[in-house]
């Protein structure tokens, strides 16, 4: 899933794209408006965030813009601007939502899977259907997991992970395949990175994480499923 991250502050916007990238999102970066309405017309990026105060143009008119050409895509305000009458013009001109600086990496990434939630709905069951890995229902269109009552928050890159797992059910996937699939081609995640996304996932979704039955490691290699 493709991200427009629109923000003028180096810092706050190489942190953002951090975070996105952790979660699993394709993500294109702008350092003021024009940029932003360039790429956004050149990448049709899934959804926006969008920063206010920005040179060439303010995220207000990146926002008309783009309603202009698009009712539907979600686009997420930040701004330093904490004013109820900020928050009001941003809504009234079609943003779906609106952080405020400073903000926590926990609240940044709630509201971005629930924008994601929102897209993956829109593209109706077909394209993101539920799958089971054992005694594990996985949501892809929820982002979560269910094993009886228990329901598990996943990030769409987790999810990227159960799903290929599953759909090699019963044989390896080498990192070469979870990283062409899960990061892209032109993206080089450094050794750790697959073990470290393994590792936490295990953590929450596995019975005994020490004695994994539904992510088991295969040495030298990668992972396996084996239904």
Known sequence: MKVLLAEDDRHIREGLRDILLAEGYDTITAGDGL???RLYQADAPHFVLLDIMMPGAN??????????RDPDVPIIFISAKTEEID?????????????VKPFGVKEVVARIRAVTRRCLRARGPAHAPPFTMADLEVFPAELRARRGEVTFELSLREVGILRLLQEYTGRVVDRDTFFNRLWGLDHAPNSRTLDQQVSKLRRRIELDPAS????????????????
């Open 212 to 227: 994994p039955r539904l992510i088991r490691t295969v040495h030298g290699i990668g992972y396996r499923f084996d239904g």
């Open 35 to 37: 940029e932003a309405l």
């Open 59 to 68: 995220g207000y008119d990146v926002c008309r813009e783009i309603r202009s």
């Open 87 to 99: 928050r009001v013009v941003g809504l009234e001109l079609g943003g779906d939502d609106f952080i």
